[in-house]
């Protein structure tokens, strides 16, 4: 019944009228914006926190700031209920919820100088709620990192059972996403430094990104795939080695500068993740597909967790697991603390709030959509009653629909498989970050002020909590599940300080106030 064709298309049109009917009204009557109204970003112009940016670079960089691999990660998991209930929630919960919370968050911090959830639960509630905030993102912050570094690192050593080579891209992939980041650095200091135009820097950026996607993993992939598999033989010991890679890229995130490594990154990563979603969304009208999964299941789906005699069947109620393993795809915490602790202190104007702070989440929800087309489309075979991985799913299922509008094979799974490290790794660097801050505070201690020494602290927790050889098996979805409902839980709080801001003053709060309820 070509189920693609609908799902894209639906999204299109739902998410493209909550922008310009919804988005655009809340703006201009509720929040009231001001473009001559001076941002925190030329107030406190630092270079460093404080730096005002062209929207279209801050929509990039926002947006894959805040899209990671939960919008991809969780309906994938979600096909175990029927694609209905995901695409439902995806598309409902971002129209009423999702771009409110993440608008509201980063005007709300705009409109305060700057400042993030911590000091606005200070102001609008007192101190102790902070504190209890505090502790809650230091908990929070070490289950996204593990959740997001703990889906990612088995993905890239997992190997093929009839052919025995790596199966979505592997050790090649983290490759070309370095390589990916190096250019994304020099484009950094190309555009904040040299003062070069930012439309020139992109075009040569993504030129150089896209040879290295062709040359590593196209050309050389099988080659470099076979040079770490001799050299490190062992599969325990390979996932040690990527672990560490992306823990010390996440490391270096947390400490330098935003505009020298996340910022520049996460923007150049935007179009690695637009071309997918562009590509899909393509293929979902040229060539549209008919699901081969059921459109519901049941209430209470099976899902296997853990692996051989260690595995084991645990029952999933759709009622709230459903809602808490989307998670990002609909409405998220996560996006609340970018927005007003990063993105807030960069925006150049306040009427550009909705179109970087709810277009984002809007075009998130896209992200989220091509996930369930991707999967659905897939046989159940592949998920139905046995162990499976969600991004491995999202990988082949999203090859395919690239492979249809005339991209090799090799060439979709490349560019797949680059797709997801950039979703994870953007996304983990300000994870760290966050970390670090939330345990410098919590502990109190003067060492723990030194940045070095609280990112360690936090990689290390990270690495307990991910690694194969102290995580017993089929702990990953109960991270990934108490990541979620965390998640969901600091997306409520953040709507809730911000319906308290809009009492304050004295603006209408029933959008943002019966989400708030919802949410907690």
């Known amino acids: 019944m070509y189920e693609s064709l609908i799902v894209m298309l639906s999204g299109i049109i739902v998410y493209g009228v909550v922008y310009q009917f919804y988005v655009k009204w809340f703006d201009k009557n509720v929040i009231q914006t001001d473009p001559t109204r001076q941002t925190p970003a030329h107030m406190f112009m630092d270079g460093v926190e404080f730096f005002p940016s062209n929207r279209y670079v801050m929509l990039g960089w926002h947006w894959k700031s805040i899209a990671a691999l939960g919008p991809v990660t969780g ?60 502790w809650f993102l230091g908990f929070y912050t070490i289950l996204i990192f593990a959740a997001f570094l703990g889906a990612l690192a088995p993905i890239l050593i997992n190997k093929s059972a009839t052919t025995g080579a790596y199966a979505f891209g ?24 040299a003062k070069v135009n930012v439309l020139v820097v992109t075009a040569i950026s993504l030129a150089l990104v896209a040879a290295s996607i062709y040359l590593v993993q196209v050309v050389a992939g099988a080659s470099i795939n076979a040079a770490f598999n001799a050299a490190i033989p062992d599969p325990l010991t390979q996932q040690d080695v990527v672990l560490g890679a992306m823990l010390l890229f996440s490391f270096l995130g947390a400490i330098l500068p935003l505009w020298a490594f996340a910022m520049p990154i996460n923007y150049l990563g935007f179009y690695v993740a637009y071309f997918v979603i562009a590509g899909i969304l393509g293929s979902s009208f040229v060539v549209p597909q008919t699901f081969q999964a059921p459109a519901f299941t049941t209430w209470a789906a099976p899902l296997v967790l853990g692996a051989g005699q260690g595995a084991f069947l645990f029952s999933f109620p759709l009622w709230p697991l459903m809602f808490v393993t989307i998670a990002c795809g609909a409405c998220s915490g996560w996006h609340g603390l970018i927005g007003s602790s990063l993105s807030s202190k960069q925006l150049d104007n306040e009427s550009d709030a ?35 991985s969600s991004l491995g799913l999202y990988v082949t299922g999203g090859a395919k629909y690239l492979g249809n509008i005339g991209l090799s094979g090799s060439f979709g799974i490349a560019i797949m ?28 201690i003067r060492a723990f002020k030194n940045i070095y020494l609280t990112s360690i ?60 309820i919802f949410m907690i």
């Open 417 to 444: 498989s680059l797709m997801v490290l950039v979703l994870g790794l953007t996304l983990t660097q300000l994870a760290l970050r966050f970390a670090r801050l939330a345990i410098s505070e919590m502990v109190g």
């Open 354 to 388: 909705h179109f970087v702070g709810g277009g984002s989440m809007l075009l998130e929800g896209i992200l989220g959509l091509t996930a369930v087309v991707a999967v659905a489309a897939l046989p159940t075979s592949l998920w139905q009653g046995k162990i499976y």
């Open 457 to 516: 602290v936090a990689s290390v927790l990270t690495y307990f909590l991910t690694s194969s050889r102290v995580t017993p098996s089929g702990m990953w979805g109960f991270i990934w599940a108490l990541f979620g409902g965390s998640n969901q839980l600091l997306a409520g709080v953040t709507l809730l300080v911000t319906t308290l801001w809009l009492t304050k003053l004295k603006r209408p709060t029933i959008f943002t106030g019966l989400p708030a």
């Open 170 to 193: 592997g050790p090649a992939a983290l490759v070309s996403f370095f390589i990916m980041s190096l250019v994304g650095i020099g484009a950094g200091f190309a555009v904040f430094k």
């Open 75 to 134: 309906p994938a998991l979600a096909i175990i209920w029927g694609w209905l209930p995901g695409f439902l929630w995806i598309l409902i919960g971002n129209s009423l919820m999702g771009w409110l919370h993440d608008y509201n968050a980063m005007v709300s911090s705009v409109r305060n100088e700057g400042a993030s959830l911590g000091p606005m639960t200070y102001q609008l509630i007192g101190s102790r709620a902070r504190k209890v905030l505090v």
